[in-house]
């Protein structure tokens, strides 16, 4: 028999990451609910257990892993969103609660019959849509054929109605009937920014879904402006997730795009996070 809350805090102090002990905590919880079956209360209480030598060998192999900064979230193949578990694997962005406010957005949008996300990864987004408001017709795009394997996935495993295909909007037209929201997490982080980042980001995730070129930061929503507006509805909106510190230039985009009522909308801390306009005309 093991006590839980001894092995668990065998586990965190193995953890010798970056973060501070609140966070590694946080993590071990994860891990130990996944692999154990054990909750954070069961940990509190000090219950007691037998684990399996499998289950032993997949925390030792697990604590490895989290030492080389691979995010727990790949380690486990699951993340949440929403309320949600989603599969997850290096070929997808990790689902963050900031893009929920994109989420959010989208939901508050009075006409909602059929919407488009552009550069979907895991798929989060607009199965979350799919989810939240059934009859809405949900569409979602991205060029990385392995993402859009996850994407179904996900789709399949949650029961959501989401058509997927895959498209280049840097290269391609949006080749789709008329919709009343366009959205998309695009990549938005100059390649200048990586060495400020932390290594379980850059080393882990896909660089395809992260970075933009250091002279054209506003690559993605140049082209969601240029190729949103012909397919929107009167009324229609483009939503977007965007780096903080171009929250000015990503709406002056937009502006430059013929959109109206164009908006900056804070995260939770207070950071510029999403930029949202309307065809009007």
């Not at 069961?42 to 925390?59: E, N, V, Y």
């Amino acid at each position: 028999m093991r006590n839980s809350k001894q092995l668990f805090q065998d586990f965190v102090d193995q953890l010798t990451r970056e973060e501070d002990r609140d966070e590694r905590k946080a993590v071990a919880h994860r891990v130990f609910q996944s692999v154990l079956g054990i909750s954070p209360t069961d940990i509190m209480a000090g219950k007691t257990f037998t684990p399996s030598q499998d289950q032993l060998h997949r925390l030792a192999e697990i604590s490895k892993r989290l030492q080389h900064h691979e995010p727990v979230q790949y380690i486990l193949g699951q993340a949440e969103f929403y309320g949600r578990v989603f599969q997850v694997n290096p070929a997808v962005l990790i689902p963050r609660p900031e893009t929920e406010l994109l989420v959010q957005e989208v939901l508050k949008h009075p006409q909602l019959h059929a919407i488009l996300d552009v550069g979907t990864g895991s798929g989060c987004i607009p199965v979350t849509i799919a989810l939240e408001k059934p009859g809405v017709t949900v569409m979602a795009t991205d060029v990385s054929t392995e993402a859009l394997l996850v994407a179904e996935t996900n789709a399949h495993r949650l029961k959501a109605n989401v058509t997927f295909s895959r498209h280049d909007i840097l290269r391609e037209n949006l080749e789709i009937d008329s919709v009343d929201v366009v959205m998309s997490n695009p990549p938005y982080i100059a390649e200048s920014e990586k060495a400020q980042m932390k290594s379980n980001v850059v080393d882990f995730e896909p660089h395809l879904a992260l970075f933009v070129p250091n002279e054209n930061p506003l690559l993605f929503y140049s082209a969601l402006a240029t190729k949103s507006f012909p397919v929107l509805r009167p009324s229609g909106m483009l939503a977007v997730e965007i780096n903080e510190r171009l929250g000015r230039e990503v709406a002056a985009t937009f502006t430059d795009n013929r959109f109206q009522s164009v908006q900056i909308i804070k995260d939770l801390s207070g950071k510029d996070r999403i930029v949202k306009g309307y065809k009007l005309s």
